[in-house]
């Protein structure tokens, strides 16, 4: 079947999607490597998470063909290595990345909570990555690179 | 101390930028045409022979293009375990073998055009199973009588296979007993620990090909590339000249990629089809097919005189090592050589214990290696003894713990399934760790507040102190490659292994500072078999301080060719110049920028290439030291344990890159809070894992973190690459004491059993009541 949504911003038009099929296997079928985690598809790592219409969600969660028509998602939204988001900035400023594997999912959530409240409370920013596992960092240094961000003035970001 | 530019400064990760935008660094994310995917077919039994393997309705289905099973592959005795040649690892596995020893065993895998079909002919197999009588509680294993889970006439390495040991050991110093007899004070318990998971958030990848020259590629997420190439060619009887093992970004591997798990299936499909082939483990998995931590029965017996010297330690250790021997003997004997050394006045010493198989999924290295497990039972067993004499915990450590310029008789007599070396410890920060954390923590006030908070909760506080070593020596070998390029960049190349913990970036830290230019003109290459020097790989705690000795000693001697060139150039004696930020300056203070003497020497006079490789061998293992401090909160009703505070002081000599070195202390604790309070494998009684998913085994989470607070103790190791020692490991060791400890403290308690688990703690407290 067919798919038509935007993708980063781009509109995006897929022929080859099988129904059934989740979001996470069709964007990587389509070499947006950028998504990772293709290996609980049950939405219990947060490592694969997108944005849907600005939505943190698991992409493993949602079926392919519930896209069609909106807005998704990866952390190309955010920056590219020759120019950082400063929230990837803050995140390896910060001591937040290891292995690296459920950063994307992570950014995105926390960019997620920074649009809607640009000045969380600690409570807020442990709520918006709790359903982001990691085993490498501990999760301080996310906190604390998010709550770097948080006290930027409106608009800084 | 000369001043330095580059070490000790929190140098952005070389490969952060690559990470926080997403690109496609790791195994996966790269497809080849024509690529197959493999499924593997798991054991559904715990113990039994294959009578047969059906595979006609498998093969037949669509795109399925290789099926392999014990009937058709090469039968090779070997070991899963990435460590130096020859392992000390027994020889008990087999590609595939005829018989299944645990639910979750491999049994045959499918190669297909895609996923869904490798899938769909894996459920169409159909095994004929021989059930035999399956050993699940490792006190069975050794009994009379009991079925020999390696039977295999091939079987090599293992202690006494006939009674599934996999090793053995009874280490004896001074006459524990009579010593124990005699002492004032004694303490005994024993303590368990639990099936545990590295739970790497990349799972198990591998994905081979051909290339042009029709030599096997195998790309893996692996922590042991230059093993890894080793075990495939011996395998699959392919010289090594004719394998490259390419090492990506890693997500994650905390011990369990030290394994070679997937490489031979994939490696197999490869030459037979001769197409590039893929398998991945999903993480039901990785959680039963993959690596676990040995769970270990430790009995300890302390004694000490009137005054709270030690005088006699004993531990005796019954570690499972599940279907087969992986790593069993090396991790047990650390269990011992990394634990008894920490005391050292006590001049009577018994290490004992057996390592034996059960039809459990199988444990293998694990971040900790065997400490973790030590560290539980005696650390314990320190705050029991220290209650029987009232004496502060924290007193009666500093009263026995090892110290600069001391040594210990199991530093030689316990290395990693063999015999160790002598040595003294050159640096140790223990007393300052021990000083500065309590008070951090505020240890004697919060001592001093009442146990009790109102009707139903209650607090305490509970500490630890820890050792654990760095690189195994003389045995692990390091090598490093460095070349200028003519802009006056380099490009360092690696065997050493960084999978996830910064090693990359640590390593050019120590070529930036021994040359003197910036991080930022390196380029690291780290790992691919056909460019890189050989490294043992990234365990044992060994990346920094000795793959930094290797690059240490490279950067020298291309600072040395620099410097030559330079003179050259200004016709001066060598060593009259320095180097600064990138530039050669004379007496004079002309200048002289590396991109000159790069182009100069490419192309213009003198022509060479300015490169230098090294190896290096350590000579010791020096231990980094640690004090841990916690404060935890019990509900009585409930039984669930919240740890409040936690306070981590840690000597790791000097920090090469200090925020990387507080991120393995940060999470390696978080990972030792999940051992000691929720995370277990559970299993049925025919032994098949329960819980094998991120809803029913719990690591932590965001919101799982108590107040945390890390406090870096700088020592200078004068063996290591600037100082340095590791710190990798050993801060995984602390929560599991610290945590039992402090509810000890609030309750009155000793929990014997990991995790502490709300059941485990209310039941606990119910028989207690």
Not at chain 1, 37 to 57: K, Q, R, S
Not at chain 2, 108 to 130: G, P, S
Not at chain 2, 193 to 207: G, L, S, W
Not at chain 2, 506 to 521: D, S
Request: glycine content about 8%; overall charge negative.
């Amino acid at each position: 079947m067919q798919l038509s949504f935007k993708l980063n911003g781009s509109a995006t038009q897929w022929e080859d999607v099988y129904p059934g099929e989740n979001l996470l296997e069709v964007l990587r079928r389509h070499d947006c490597w950028e998504v990772k985690g293709n290996n609980c598809t049950n939405g219990e790592c947060g490592a694969c998470t997108i944005l849907l219409d600005g939505i943190p969600v698991p992409s493993c969660t949602v079926f392919a063909a519930r896209v069609e028509g909106r807005n998704v998602d990866t952390i190309r939204l955010l920056g590219d290595p020759d120019h950082l988001h400063p929230l990837q900035q803050a995140f390896l400023r910060h001591g937040a990345v290891q292995c690296g594997y459920c950063i994307p999912g992570m950014l995105l959530s926390a960019h997620a909570l920074l649009v809607r409240n640009p000045h969380p409370n600690r409570d807020e920013i442990q709520q918006s990555l709790s359903g982001h596992l990691c085993r490498c960092t501990g999760y301080l240094q996310q906190i604390e690179a998010i709550e770097e961000m948080a006290r930027l003035p409106e608009g800084a970001e | 101390m000369v001043s330095r530019t580059v070490v000790g400064q929190s140098v952005d990760k070389l490969d952060g930028p690559a990470l926080v935008t997403g690109q496609a660094v790791y195994t996966d994310d790269f497809s080849l045409p024509g690529m197959l995917f493999g499924k593997i077919l798991w054991s559904s039994r715990a113990h039994a022979r294959i009578r047969a393997i059906d595979t006609f309705a498998a093969e037949r289905l669509p795109g399925i293009r290789l099926i392999l099973h014990h009937g058709n592959v090469p039968r090779v005795a070997y070991t899963t375990a990435g460590q130096g040649f020859p392992e000390p690892s027994p020889y008990d596995s087999f590609i595939f073998d005829r018989k299944v020893r645990f639910v979750g065993d491999r049994v045959a895998a499918v190669f297909a055009d895609n996923l869904i079909a490798a899938q769909e002919a894996v459920d169409l197999i159909r095994v004929e199973y021989e059930d035999l009588p399956a050993i699940f509680q490792p006190e069975e294993a050794t009994q009379p009588n009991a079925p020999i889970i390696h039977d295999e006439e091939e079987i090599r390495g293992a202690f006494d296979p006939g009674h599934n040991l996999v090793s053995h050991l009874d280490l004896k110093i001074g006459d524990v007993e009579q010593s124990l007899a005699q002492a004032t004070y004694q303490a005994e318990g024993t303590w368990i620990t639990q099936f545990a998971q590295h739970v790497p958030m990349e799972t198990h990848i591998v994905i081979t090909y051909l290339d042009e020259w029709s030599r096997l590629v195998v790309r893996s997420s692996t922590q042991v590339p230059f093993h890894a190439r080793r075990i495939i060619s011996r395998l699959l009887d392919l010289p090594i000249q004719k394998v490259r093992v390419i090492k990506p970004r890693v997500g994650g591997g905390f011990g369990g990629k030290q394994e070679i798990l997937l490489e031979d299936l994939c490696a197999l499909a490869t030459l037979r089809t001769r197409r590039p082939a893929r398998i991945e483990l999903s993480r039901k998995e990785e959680f039963v097919s993959a690596r676990l931590m040995h769970p270990m029965k430790i009995q300890v017996r302390l004694g000490a005189d009137s005054g709270g010297q030690l005088q006699a330690m004993e531990m005796r250790v019954l570690a499972n090592t599940g279907a087969y021997g992986t790593h069993g003997s090396t991790v047990f004997f650390n269990t011992g050589s990394k634990t008894l050394p920490l005391y050292n006045k006590a001049s009577h010493v018994r290490f004992v214990g057996d390592v034996v198989y059960t039809n459990l999924p199988v444990p293998g290295a694990y971040r900790g290696y065997g400490a973790t497990e030590g560290y539980f039972a005696l650390e314990c067993a320190m705050d029991q003894l220290a209650a029987k004499m009232g004496m502060d915990p924290l007193l009666l450590r500093r009263k026995n713990h090892i110290r600069e310029g001391e040594t210990s008789p199991i530093f030689i007599k316990l290395g990693e399934g063999r015999e160790g070396v002598d040595q003294t410890v050159q640096s140790c920060g223990l007393d300052r760790c021990i000083e500065l954390g309590m008070k951090a923590f505020k240890w004697d006030e919060k001592r001093k507040n009442p146990r009790r908070i109102g009707s139903d909760r209650a607090r305490g506080v509970g500490m630890s102190i820890l050792m654990q070593g760095s690189s195994i020596p003389r045995v692990d070998m390091a090598a490093a490659n460095l070349r200028m390029a003519e802009d006056g960049s380099f490009h360092l190349f690696l065997g050493a292994t960084d999978i996830g913990t910064g090693s990359d970036t640590i390593l050019a830290q120590i070529a930036a500072e021994t040359i003197g230019l910036p991080t930022q003109r390196f380029t690291v290459h780290s790992s691919d078999t056909d460019f890189s020097p050989f490294d043992k790989g990234a365990y044992a705690s060994s990346t920094t301080y000795l793959s930094g000795q290797a690059v240490y000693k490279a950067a020298l001697a291309v600072r040395k060719q620099i410097l030559g060139v330079a003179g050259l150039w200004f016709h001066v004696e060598p060593s009259t110049l320095e180097i600064c930020q990138g530039v050669v300056f004379n007496r004079q203070g002309a200048r002289l920028t590396l991109e000159e003497i790069g182009y100069r020497s490419y192309y213009l006079a003198d022509q060479q290439q300015i490169e230098a490789s090294a190896s290096a061998l350590s000579q010791a293992s020096p231990p980094p030291f640690s004090a841990h401090f916690a404060e935890v909160e019990i509900d009585l009703e409930t039984g669930i344990v919240r740890p409040l505070d936690y306070v981590v002081a840690v000597d790791c000599g000097v920090a090469i890159n200090p925020e990387l070195a507080r991120g393995q202390v940060l999470g390696s604790l978080i990972n030792g809070i999940g051992f000691a309070l929720s995370e277990e494998l559970l299993f049925s009684s025919r032994g098949v894992a329960l819980n094998p998913n991120f809803l029913d085994y719990k690591i932590l989470t965001s919101l799982d973190l108590p107040r945390i607070e890390i406090i870096p103790v700088e020592t200078n190791e004068p063996t290591g690459p600037y100082g340095a020692k590791s710190i990798g490991e050993i801060c995984i060791n602390g929560p599991l004491p610290t945590l039992a400890n402090a509810i000890f403290d609030a309750t009155g308690i000793q929990m014997k059993e990991a995790p502490f688990t709300a059941e485990r703690v209310w039941r606990a407290l119910k028989r207690n009541e």
